[in-house]
């Protein structure tokens, strides 16, 4: 196969999965062996081991970040800062795709960007919208999911001066009961009062008085 006939193949995938593409092919080392070269040329990008991007002069269709952190690990959804930046909870832009998975952790860095997965357990693994862009669906927490997340995963000290600290906004967005019952649905104390925290730090928000 000759770089132009890849091309009309893959051309409109937003993601190259060559491993499905090409299953049942007569010559798969031979595709294989393309591929690296065509990698090596910088005509195609590597996420991972079968997965692709075509190079930006190559494109017809741009790929969605969220979209390529859904496949790199399935199941798996965006969550910790990348969804409190999605969710305009904090002010910073977050460079790295931060993302939950039953599975193990794992980190895949590519000129395309880098996406971490941080292991959460199954019983877990809920509190996450569908979101489509260009026919490319991605999972993203919801806001409460996230900041409990965030409070599951990175286990700081929970107090009022940490949660000033994150620089968190527009909490009004995060709905409290909602909060409290994915709270309790973790079944540990810790989280139980992270979400207290949270409230209070949005009560004290809402009049004007982030700390104690």
């Given at each position: ?95 790295v795709y931060t993302s939950v998975t039953p599975k193990r952790k794992a980190r895949y860095a590519s000129d395309t960007g880098i996406f971490d997965y941080s292991h959460i357990k199954k019983t877990l693994f809920w509190g996450y919208n569908s ?82």
């Amino acid at each position: 196969m000759n770089w132009n006939e890849f091309l009309n193949i893959v051309s409109k995938l937003p993601v190259i999965d060559t491993e499905n593409l090409f299953a049942g092919v007569s010559d798969p080392a031979g595709i294989e062996v393309q591929i690296s070269r065509w990698k090596k040329a910088g005509k195609i990008i590597q996420l991972k081991r079968g997965l692709y991007l075509l190079a930006e002069p190559y494109r017809k269709i741009e790929p969605y970040e969220p979209y390529i952190a859904a496949i790199l690990r399935r199941p798996s959804y965006i969550s910790l800062e990348k969804a409190l930046e999605y969710h305009n909870l904090i002010p910073e832009a977050v460079a790295v795709y931060t993302s939950v998975t039953p599975k193990r952790k794992a980190r895949y860095a590519s000129d395309t960007g880098i996406f971490d997965y941080s292991h959460i357990k199954k019983t877990l693994f809920w509190g996450y919208n569908s979101v489509t862009v260009n026919k490319q669906t991605a999972f993203i927490a919801s806001c409460e999911k996230a900041i409990l997340d965030y409070f599951f995963i990175k286990k700081p000290e929970i107090s009022l001066d940490y949660l000033d600290g994150l620089r968190l906004q527009n909490v009004e967005k995060i709905r409290i009961e909602r909060l409290f019952e994915y709270a309790r649905n973790f079944n540990m104390p810790e989280i139980l009062s992270a979400a207290r925290a949270i409230s209070e730090f949005i009560s004290l928000s809402s009049i004007g008085e982030k700390t104690l």
